[in-house]
């Protein structure tokens, strides 16, 4: 019988066919059932892309600066995120050499290794990690993607940050925010008097979602809004209205046409796939640049980045979606009330300080060919300050020592809504266990990697199962 709580770890037998071939499973038992079944790791398939990344390393050799021709610091993307067989990168007065190429990890002039967080893995690490080695995490999506960076134990390895958290060495929570002007324009901005008209055949409310069941659980707040006002969803999840046949792929969400079908609205569901302070997406951007209202959840401190004080609705989590529901049809019948959230708009008048600044003040920019992106921005950042240090050993002081701190990428478990009648056989359970599962890996990880040696994945596993 499966325990409330209880998690069992099963480690099969080698495959006959290659004694190496393991599989960890995990059985995540909640309610006196078991929820699911995971297969966390294929242990055979190691070997197979250590293979390949050796061949590709290989190849990539041939094509960049050897040894002594290197005078400047090297820099290795450990994570193939640029793809970049070798670059020289101007920061600045500072140059560096960028590269994909993992066969750099000893060499001498190598002074940093950059991670992107959602391919950050297990399998592969530049261990031993040598002194001169910084380990710089570069992670601006959502914690679901990994979560084991979200704890203490593996997010306090990295020496530099740029996340999506405010606290990061680089702050990218305005990633998906072009610029003030995108606020401020009423490009698609459409009279009021219009939006009254479309609502004999729209609703007032519209929500667009394809990634169904997240760890926000907003799927089933957004089912119990439906039952007490009028919501067009165009998206996968909880689908009841359909896109003309050239938006419904993902890749038109930032289409003309689909602007225009979503400008129609009042309002827009804006409500993340995680909650987590600065974790602020497209999601509320979007509504905003159109002039529609969005209605948010996600970020508890949204308001910190909203153009205006009163330019959303936003959602307690503490109050039935049915309240939420009584309130927009308020606002749907008074257009003075309504009006007011968009007063800001008309008047282009942007009074939110900390949002000024921030877009004023980013070192990088959003499809603008006049700044660096913030990946740029990245690879400069870790760049300048190898730099730095050089300076300082130069004139025999000693090196500057940054860290990562557990508020530079931080996110609470995810909870369900209380309203939701619970349910022991519920995909909803899964975020919570899969949350608990990645804290003990965390911890496991930190423990291998802190004795700066080589481990296998076997070897990790048993780690996570021991506990300590």
């Not at 019988?1 to 290659?18: A, D, E, Q, R």
């Not at 929500?207 to 926000?216: A, G, H, L």
């Not at 990645?438 to 021991?466: C, D, M, P, Y």
């Amino acid at each position: 019988m499966c325990g409330p709580g209880s998690h069992i770890f099963v480690l099969t037998k080698p495959s006959s066919v290659n004694p190496s071939f393991m599989c960890a499973v995990s059985v995540v038992m909640y309610s006196q059932a078991c929820l699911s079944v995971q297969v966390i790791e294929q242990l055979g398939e190691f070997e197979q892309k250590a293979l390949g990344q050796q061949l590709s390393q290989r190849q990539a050799a041939e094509a960049i600066p050897r040894g002594s021709e290197l005078q400047d610091p090297v820099i290795v993307w450990w994570s193939p995120l640029t793809g970049e067989l070798g670059r020289l990168g101007e920061c600045g007065p500072n140059r560096c050499f960028f590269t994909v190429n993992k066969s750099y990890h000893s060499h001498p002039q190598t002074k940093a290794f950059l991670f992107y967080g959602t391919d950050f893995s297990i399998e592969s690490l530049p261990l031993p990690r040598h002194e001169q080695h910084q380990w710089a995490l570069f992670h601006e999506e959502s914690p679901k993607n990994n979560y084991k960076l979200f704890h203490e134990p593996l997010i306090t390895l990295f020496n530099h940050t740029a996340t999506f958290s405010r606290r990061s060495h680089l702050p990218l929570t305005t990633q998906h925010l072009e610029g003030l002007g995108a606020l401020s324009a009423q490009t698609h901005l459409l009279p009021l008097s219009y939006k009254n008209q479309l609502r004999r055949t729209l609703a007032p409310v519209v929500y667009v979602q394809s990634d169904c069941d997240p760890p926000s659980d907003r799927d089933v707040y957004v089912r119990e809004l439906m039952q007490h006002i009028q919501v067009d969803s165009y998206g996968q999840c909880l689908h009841n209205k359909d896109l003309p046949p050239h938006l419904r792929d993902s890749t038109a969400m930032d289409d003309h046409d689909f602007y225009q079908i979503l400008a129609q609205y009042k309002f827009i569901l804006a409500f993340e796939n995680a909650v987590c302070d600065d974790y602020i997406t497209e999601k509320l951007w979007r509504p905003l640049k159109l002039g529609v209202v969005p209605v948010y959840y996600g970020a508890p401190n949204v308001r910190m980045w909203l153009p205006d004080n009163r330019s959303a609705v936003v959602v307690d989590p503490q109050e039935p979606p049915k309240k939420l529901a009584q309130y927009l049809k308020r606002l749907d019948k008074n257009d003075w009330e309504y009006l007011r959230y968009l007063e800001w708009k008309h008047k282009r008048e942007i009074s939110n300080v900390n949002l000024v600044t921030e877009l004023k003040e980013r070192p990088w920019g959003v499809q603008d060919i006049g700044q660096d992106n913030f990946i740029d921005a990245f690879e400069c950042m870790v760049c300048n300050r190898v730099w730095e240090n050089i300076h300082r050993r130069e004139k025999k002081l000693p090196s500057k020592v940054w860290r990562a701190e557990e508020s530079h990428l931080t996110c609470p478990p995810p909870k369900l809504f209380e309203f939701a009648v619970r349910s022991s056989s519920s995909p909803r359970q899964i975020w919570r266990a899969s949350y608990e599962q990645s804290r003990r890996e965390a911890r496991a990880l930190g423990l291998l990697i802190h004795r700066n040696r080589n481990f296998t994945v076997t070897q990790f596993w048993r780690k996570v199962i021991e506990g300590n």
